[in-house]
T-cell receptor
Framework: EPEVTQTPSHQVTQMGQEVILRCVPISNHLYFYWYRQILGQKVEFLVSFYNNEISEKSEIFDDQFSVERPDGSNFTLKIRSTKLEDSAMYFC????????????FGSGTQLSVL | QQQVKQSPQSLIVQKGGISIINCAYENTAFDYFPWYQQFPGKGPALLIAIRPDVSEKKEGRFTISFNKSAKQFSLHIMDSQPGDSATYFCAARNSGNTPLVFGKGTRLSVIA
């Protein structure tokens, strides 16, 4: 079964550093998403992306965050200057239909900001 | 208004029993209600979803019951198995915008 692949599985960084989280969505999917889950809390929406532009973003997704689809296969989330509160599991998801239906999630990147 | 309240936080069920997880919402503009299953170290996986025009949807051992007037929906797992032990999340989508709003999750343990 096709799957969404995320790398790295774990990322440790110092506060103030830039991180890039990488995702390879399922190949025929056109809708891409980033969600995050702080330990023990609910999964929260960050941003959705379609047709090479952001469709929607949450309040969490401030100017420190950006997304990019640099080529036909990768989808990245960049955090420019990490804060302690950015520590979370970050999930990439993709779908072949819009409006958040039938999302396929990757296994996540655990980001720890020290 | 954009919240989905999920209960219980954790649940222990005997093998062969019925697991029931409940979710409640306030926003009547929600129009899509999926349930996700998450195993440790993995991302959430779509289990089953329902729209408010039906009161029940069944897929194998998994059933969603939807009560529009009460603004509640629940997941029933029949003949629960140890392999069903996972965290289950309900979610909802507002018809006006697309992001899913998730509940806080229920950790299910099915014991033999």
């Amino acid at each position: 079964e096709p799957e969404v692949t995320q790398t790295p599985s774990h990322q440790v960084t110092q506060m103030g550093q830039e991180v890039i989280l990488r995702c390879v969505p399922i190949s025929n999917h056109l809708y891409f998403y980033w969600y995050r889950q702080i330990l023990g809390q609910k999964v929260e929406f960050l941003v959705s992306f379609y047709n090479n532009e952001i469709s929607e973003k949450s309040e969490i997704f401030d100017d420190q965050f950006s997304v990019e689809r640099p080529d036909g296969s990768n989808f990245t989330l960049k955090i420019r200057s990490t804060k302690l509160e950015d520590s979370a599991m970050y999930f990439c998801a993709s779908s072949d239909r819009g409006r958040s239906e039938k999302l396929f999630f990757g296994s996540g990147t655990q980001l720890s900001v020290l | 208004q954009q919240q989905v309240k999920q209960s219980p936080q954790s649940l222990i069920v005997q093998k062969g029993g019925i697991s029931i997880i409940n979710c409640a919402y306030e926003n009547t503009a929600f129009d899509y209600f999926p349930w996700y299953q998450q195993f440790p170290g993995k991302g959430p996986a779509l289990l089953i979803a329902i729209r408010p025009d039906v009161s029940e949807k069944k897929e194998g051992r998994f059933t969603i019951s939807f009560n529009k007037s009460a603004k509640q929906f629940s997941l029933h797992i029949m003949d629960s198995q140890p392999g069903d032990s996972a965290t289950y999340f309900c979610a909802a989508r507002n018809s006006g915008n697309t992001p899913l709003v998730f509940g806080k999750g229920t950790r299910l343990s099915v014991i033999a």
